[in-house]
């Protein structure tokens, strides 16, 4: 099994900017042949991925935060990353990190989530 814990998440204003972090442990060996995403789910809403980076590093985003956002990895300390910059206040959403399915389903349990409240 593999435990997945989200952080990094807050109040800020928008234009702001936040730095989440996701640390992948359990029975996984690397990250390095996983594609790795973040996703987010606004109250009432489905969870959406909003960005997935591929084993090779290819980088994808959803038009809404297409760069504004940006995803990296870490695989030595299995741990993914976003920066958030030009934060609004539809950005704001318990975000979610997991391995990504062919599908763009998440592979894994999901975690606890980081709540990200962007203010008007």
């Known amino acids: 099994q593999v435990q997945l814990v989200e952080s990094g998440g807050g109040l800020v204003q928008a234009g702001g900017s936040l730095r989440l972090s996701c640390a992948a442990s359990?029975?996984?060996?690397?990250?390095?042949?996983?594609?790795m995403g973040w996703y987010r789910q606004a109250p009432g809403k489905q969870r959406d991925l909003v960005a997935h980076?591929?084993?090779?590093?290819?980088?994808n985003y959803a038009g809404s935060v297409k760069d504004r956002f940006t995803i990296s990895r870490d695989n030595a300390k299995n741990t993914v990353y976003l920066q958030m910059n030009s934060l609004k206040p539809e950005d704001t959403a318990v975000y979610y990190c997991?391995?990504?399915?062919?599908?763009?389903?998440?592979?894994?349990?999901w975690g606890q989530g980081t709540q990200v409240t962007v203010s008007s």
């Open positions: 359990g029975s996984i060996i690397s990250l390095n042949t996983y594609a």
């Open positions: 997991n391995l990504v399915n062919a599908n763009g389903s998440g592979r894994y349990p």
């Open positions: 980076i591929t084993p090779g590093g290819s980088r």
